[in-house]
């Protein structure tokens, strides 16, 4: 069925041809001998222009002769004969004939030129559309599928991409078919690994290895090679044109850029972590050295100091050098402390140990921890009359409010006060924590949840920019968040806002949970 | 009863920690044995019958909960157990399966020496006493009466069982499932540990002065709650 097929779209315009000299011959031979001759063999150049300009040369020249030989036979006497009595037709004959040949010829090549034209454009808008479309790809994945589809299509031919790995060796990355498993074996690589090194295009249609079936491009921009691509020609070798090798050409010329910019945008990624993990390596450094070495220097000195002159000091003297060494040790607690906390919160390696908490505990403890260092800050507390139980973790909580409450005792002067305050609406608790301290710019209260960051203010004061870290992080574990803002008329107020779920009726104890009669005794 | 000169065992790997508690308890006149591993402890345990033990729970050895079970399978020796701040699940663990008190490392000595009193005198005085003292609150445990200041305190029946066994345990630290468990019963549901706190916090605010910082009923952060007695 295919074979006929093929065969009718070959020699369909010979039959057309055909049948329209037919039709010509049998119109004007009933009613030729009114025409002139000259005018009949006019006629008989329009099958010759039409075949010119619909199906080419070849065509157009079978039906010059064809349309001579029906031209002598049927109306140059002798009729129905080939021999011609006037020899002065033949020369009529040969006018005739080199005007077909030369209209057949030009209709051809005008329309071999259209045929050209066209495929031009369609060629240059598939690399219009292909590089546009790159233009917007960043992933060098989803790049070189891109690259695959529209080269595998517009060739018609199976394709294969080779990138360098991190030690730049040669390793296939993308194949147009995935159940082809050309490109795969040692030969392929070995072709594709030298078209890599030798910075040329090898393989069929090539000065280099001619005899393989594969042809294999590298991909390169200005000075640089990002890889080949191959192209599997097995069995396909002879329809390939030299339109399709240009345009190959060119998608690879586009392929390689937009690796280029893939490759340059991720190295440009990599330089940007690198320096930020290196200026947080600095940070850490410098802070935690400093907060390290500082309690040291006091204990080792205190220490060293009462084991050498023990005699020297009074017992006041060698109690306030033991104090010393506690609040010395203590605080080098607090930073082994946080720095954990902050590991453990970045890793991800904390679970929650999600209970219902009561509120005013949570504030009792934490008033209970901060009040060996909270000196005569006065401590005010506003909660309400029931206030709601939230649902969290119980240790972090605390933790998270004694580093509020601590850093507004550490900012502010001794006998201010410090206004802790507890509110809640429809979705949410509240929690804010007021100083009467320096206060901040405005717009460092963003900044002081980033992890080592020390306000300018506060530079004289000793500490690790870790604390409101942590308490952010706790606060995001909890669904919450956490912000800051100046206190009016100075100061700051941090405040924690955390969901709660069913408040209302948390403070209720259902009947069936009582103990018998649970009223007052 | 005087409690000085009980025998005190320590099982600890840390030798600066052992030397640290040995010179400290000896200066308190208590006589101080010492284990390095988890095994030597158990065996000394039973050998030198100590009347406390100071257990850590990170050992190299065998687990600290596991040298824990294996003394409690035989004896009730006061248990007191020292744990690093990021393992806040083994000390639940450990006082669920009957340590009787914790350590947080690290931790003041003076605190550690409290605590150890504080488990000797519960031995010391097995038999509940029936009238309980705490400063000007007085709970008369067998007339269920509970006075404040001279005044009676009216209390309902779940909070008058909550202070009981808080108040009988005073200075200990019990954990929120020991007061589940006593209170409302083996079948308790966790998901009303909630109320528990409800209930705390209504006898705080019929015993305590500011119930934002309880002096009498504190609460030991994701563990339980500890009564202080105000002497």
């Not at chain 1, 007021?434 to 901040?440: A, I, K, M, P, V």
């Not at chain 2, 309880?214 to 339980?224: D, F, M, N, R, S």
Request: a negative charge; hydrophobic letters at 40%.
């Amino acid at each position: 069925m295919r074979m006929l097929q093929s065969m009718w779209s070959k020699w369909k315009a010979y039959v057309y041809i055909s049948l329209l000299i037919i039709l010509i011959t049998a119109l004007f031979s009933q009613f030729g001998n009114e025409f002139d001759r000259v005018n009949v063999a006019l006629v008989f150049l329009c099958p010759v222009l039409l075949s010119a300009v619909n199906w080419g040369i070849r065509p157009s020249f079978y039906s010059a002769v064809v349309g001579l030989l029906a031209f002598d036979i049927f109306f140059v006497p002798p009729y129905l004969n080939i021999t011609v009595a006037d020899l002065r037709y033949l020369i009529s004959f040969g006018v005739y004939l080199s005007v077909a040949a030369l209209t057949a010829s030009l209709a051809a090549r005008l329309k071999q030129q259209l045929h050209i034209a066209k495929q031009r454009e369609i060629n240059t808008t598939a690399l219009y559309e292909l590089s546009r479309q790159m233009s917007a790809i960043v992933d060098i994945h989803s790049l070189l599928n891109n690259v695959s589809k529209h080269v595998s299509q517009s060739m018609g031919l199976e394709i294969a991409i080779y990138l360098p790995d991190d030690r730049n060796h040669l390793v296939l990355t993308h194949r147009s078919d995935v159940h082809s498993d050309w490109g795969q074996s040692e030969s392929e690589k070995v072709v594709a690994k030298l078209a890599f090194e030798y910075g040329d295009t090898v393989g069929y249609g090539t000065r280099t290895l001619r005899d393989t079936p594969g042809h294999y491009m590298p991909l390169r921009t200005e000075g640089r090679i990002y890889g080949v691509l191959a192209l599997n020609l097995k069995g396909n070798q002879s329809k390939i044109v030299s339109e399709q090798w240009r345009m190959l050409e060119a998608l690879g010329g586009l392929a390689a850029s937009a690796i280029a910019r893939a490759k340059l945008a991720e190295e440009a990624k990599i330089a940007h972590l690198t320096a930020e993990s290196e200026r947080m390596r600095t940070a850490i450094l410098d802070s935690v050295s400093h907060e390290l070495r500082t309690p040291l220097a006091a204990i080792i000195g205190s220490a060293t100091g009462l084991i050498e002159g023990e005699r020297l000091f009074s017992s006041e003297d060698r109690m306030e050098l033991l104090i010393t060494i506690r609040d010395g040790a203590l605080r080098m607690n607090r930073l082994v402390v946080n720095l954990l906390s902050m590991v453990q919160l970045e890793s991800g390696m904390l679970r929650l140990r999600n209970h219902w908490c009561d509120v005013e505990d949570l504030i009792g403890v934490t008033l209970s921890q901060v009040k060996d260092f909270q000196q005569h800050r006065k401590m005010h507390v506003v909660i309400p009359d029931t206030p709601p139980m939230v649902l969290g973790d119980e240790v972090l909580l605390e933790q998270m409010l004694v580093n509020i409450v601590s850093n507004a005792i550490k900012y502010s002067p001794d006998y201010s006060e410090i206004t802790i305050k507890v509110s809640t609406d429809r979705h949410c608790l509240l929690f804010s924590v007021s100083d009467q301290g320096l206060g901040l710019a405005d717009e460092e209260y963003e900044k002081i949840f980033d992890k080592f960051y020390r306000a300018a203010a506060t530079k004289q004061v000793t500490g690790t920019g870790l604390g409101l870290a942590i308490c952010k992080g706790i606060a995001e574990l909890h669904k919450g968040s956490i912000s800051g803002k100046r206190n009016e008329p100075q100061g700051t107020v941090i405040t924690v806002t955390l969901p709660v779920t069913r408040q209302d009726d948390m403070r209720e104890i259902p009947q069936a949970s009582r103990t018998g009669d649970d009223n007052d005794e | 009863m005087n409690e000085n000169g009980a025998r005190i065992l320590i099982i600890d790997d840390e030798p600066q920690i052992r030397k640290l508690l040995k010179v400290t308890l000896k200066a308190h006149q208590y006589a101080v044995q010492e284990a390095a591993t988890g095994e030597d402890g158990v065996l000394q345990a039973s050998l030198v019958r100590p009347e406390l033990i100071v257990l850590d729970l990170g050992l190299p050895d065998i687990s600290g909960m596991e040298v824990l079970a294996r003394i409690r399978d035989w004896s009730n020796v006061p248990i007191i157990v020292l744990t690093a701040k990021d393992r806040e699940e083994d000390k639940i663990v450990a006082l669920d399966s009957g340590a009787d008190d914790y350590m947080t490392k690290p931790f003041s000595m003076g605190e550690l020496v409290a605590r150890i009193r504080v488990a000797l005198r519960h031995v010391a005085t097995s038999a509940i006493e029936p009238i309980l003292q705490f400063g000007n609150l007085t709970i008369d445990l067998a007339q269920r009466i509970v006075e404040l200041n001279g005044e009676r305190v009216k209390l309902t029946p779940t909070e008058y069982d909550l202070l009981k066994i808080l108040s009988s345990n005073s200075g200990k630290v019990v954990t929120q499932r020991q007061l589940l468990q006593q209170v409302w019963g083996s079948n308790h549901s966790e998901s009303e540990s909630h109320y528990l706190r409800i209930y705390i916090g209504h006898l705080r605010k019929k015993l305590e002065e500011d119930s934002t910082q309880p002096k009498l009923i504190v609460t030991e952060p994701g563990i339980g709650y500890r009564f202080r007695s105000r002497d």
